[in-house]
């Protein structure tokens, strides 16, 4: 079955920390994994896809295969860091998106 | 990029009554989907709205209950039918366009009293 899963529901650190947002994921296909974000009162939108492999805002995020990971990562929190994400996987043929149930992310000034 | 207008943006509604939601994007999407979110919890894909066809719903969600429509490539519509206040949530639009990058509407949050 296909699934994803975010471990933490929130996060705080402090600014200039450093952070990990966790993602693990369950597929029988190639995975294909996303990081979306949801500022306040923003929409939901893209922060970074795995096979573009690059860096948004300082985040990066690896896919690793034999953990079935796509762990978020930044160096340095930043206070406009603040926000909910969400780690995605598309299912192929169906071109649909399973969600993790998110992780709400405080940095601290 | 595309962008979604989703309307409303929130609505009180009387349980069983009806509400329908839509969703307009300034261009053409291939593929259009309807998610919910509940209170404190993630994103559930409730149905992927066909273009000139019978949406294709998720486990757990039926037709009779949410209608869909998708007259083009731009345009669908969600219903929550004979609603009750389990209905209460965010509701969300998304498309996708040539590669599989999801733009998503801004949700309409529904409160059924």
């Known amino acids: 079955a296909q699934r994803v899963t975010q471990p933490e529901k929130l996060l705080s650190v402090f600014k200039g920390a450093p952070v990990e947002l966790k993602c693990n994921y369950s597929?029988?296909?190639?995975?294909?994994l996303f990081w979306y974000v949801q500022y306040s009162r923003q929409r939901l939108q893209l922060l970074l896809r795995?096979?573009s492999r690059e860096s948004i805002k300082g985040f990066t995020a690896d896919l690793n295969k034999g953990e079935t990971s796509f762990h978020l990562k930044k160096p340095f929190a930043q206070e406009e860091d603040s926000a909910m994400y969400y780690c995605?996987?598309?299912?192929?043929?169906?071109?649909?998106?399973?969600f993790g149930q998110g992780t709400r992310l405080t940095i601290n000034p | 990029s595309a962008v979604i207008s989703q309307k409303p943006s929130r609505d009180i509604c009387q349980r069983g009554t009806s509400l329908t939601i839509q969703c307009q994007v300034d261009s053409q999407v291939t593929m259009m989907f309807w998610y919910r979110q509940q209170p404190g919890q993630s994103l559930t894909l409730i149905a992927t709205a066909n273009q000139g066809s019978e949406a294709t719903y998720e486990s757990g969600f039926v037709i009779d209950k949410f209608p869909i429509s998708r007259p083009n490539l731009t345009f669908s519509t969600l219903t929550v039918s004979n609603m009750s206040p389990e209905d209460s949530s965010i509701y969300l639009c998304s498309g996708t366009g040539g590669d599989t990058e999801a733009f998503f509407g801004q949700g309409t949050r529904l409160t059924v009293v």
């Open positions: 795995h096979i």
């Open positions: 597929y029988s296909g190639s995975p294909e």
């Open positions: 995605a996987l598309l299912i192929q043929g169906a071109q649909k998106l399973v």
